[in-house]
């Protein structure tokens, strides 16, 4: 059974940083690439930050790029997602995602339950 559990959310000050961590079992990891969705309160879930099986293919969001970094540890069976810089835009439900060679800004194989990031002004 594929289980992806997130961890690393919580209420941060805007222009403040978190880290989000995403630990994967019951898969192969190395096999997978993995991503970060989120969802905002009344918007679709958004693919924002997705890395390949190797670490290379990275693929970021434009509202994300240069403030977020993506990074996976294959020994660890565990993706990153960095976040500095945060607004209050930023708020949302950020769901990790893996799916067999890359996830897709359509949607990906599995999902974790989500973990809520707040971001105070």
């Known amino acids: 059974q594929v289980q992806l559990l997130e961890s690393g959310g919580g209420l941060v000050q805007a222009g403040g940083s978190r880290r989000l961590s995403c630990a994967a079992s019951g898969l192969t990891f190395s096999n997978y690439g993995m991503g970060w969705f989120r969802q905002a309160p009344g918007k679709e879930r958004q693919l924002i930050a997705r890395?390949?099986?190797?670490?290379?293919?990275?693929y970021y969001t434009d509202s994300v790029k240069g403030r977020f970094t993506i990074s996976r540890d294959n020994a660890k069976n565990t993706v990153y997602l960095q976040m500095n810089s945060l607004t209050p835009e930023d708020t949302a439900v950020y769901y990790c995602?893996?799916?067999?060679?890359?996830?897709?800004?359509?949607?990906?194989?599995?999902w974790g339950q989500g973990t809520q990031v707040t971001v105070s002004s």
């Open positions: 890395i390949g099986w190797s670490g290379d293919n990275i």
């Open positions: 995602a893996a799916r067999r060679g890359m996830v897709l800004t359509t949607g990906a194989a599995y």
